[in-house]
């Protein structure tokens, strides 16, 4: 159900470019994004930070579309949501005993503190990629085809990141109940 929330702009702006051009797409992300963060706001009494960065993001980039009416501008944004996330991965590296990725999913897995670091590193690689390829797209392709990247190829890259992160844990955690078990039958 959050990333149902967490992409519901998305959403409404795909539908919305579908049926009422670029334009106006922008402004109903607008909308849409500062609804989603007074939702949250009141449902759960605090503020979520990336909530909070796409609403800037939406306002200055979707603003300056609507104002000099170029969607040159809007197309930019899901880049910086890509790239100020890649920093947030690696300064938590940087400035923190444990990195985000560690932070985000320590309770239901249990790793050496070089798998967490790798993992942190693979995702903030992924989101400067994919921040490239989102502008890759935007210059080389139609605005149509980079709506359906935004929604479709954005989702699906992450889902396939996700698969390949969830194999490559999958062998660690192998690796790693094969040496409880021999410890365990020389004892």
Do not use: C
């Not at 149902?4 to 009422?20: C, M, Q, R, V």
């Amino acid at each position: 159900m959050k990333l149902f929330f967490d992409f519901f702009p998305i959403f409404i702006f795909f539908i919305s470019y579908k049926l009422f051009g670029i334009y106006y797409a922008t402004a109903i992300a607008m909308a849409t994004s500062l609804a989603q963060v007074i939702f949250y706001r009141v449902k759960h009494q605090r503020y979520e930070k990336m909530h909070l960065i796409s609403l800037g993001l939406i306002f200055i980039l979707g603003g300056a579309t609507l104002f000099f009416h170029n969607p040159w501008f809007i197309k930019w944004k899901p880049t910086g949501i890509y790239w100020l996330t890649s920093l947030v991965f690696l300064g938590s590296s940087l400035v923190s005993s444990k990195p985000l990725i560690q932070r985000m999913m320590d309770g239901n897995i249990n790793l050496p503190k070089k798998i967490w670091y790798r993992l942190n590193y693979a995702w903030a690689l992924f989101f400067v990629v994919m921040g490239g390829v989102n502008l890759y797209v935007a210059y080389y392709y139609s605005t149509d085809v980079w709506v359906n990247f935004k929604l479709f190829g954005g989702a699906g890259f992450t889902l396939i990141f996700v698969f390949m992160q969830a194999i490559y844990l999958t062998r660690h955690l192998i690796e790693k109940d094969i040496e409880r078990q021999a410890s365990s039958d020389s004892r």
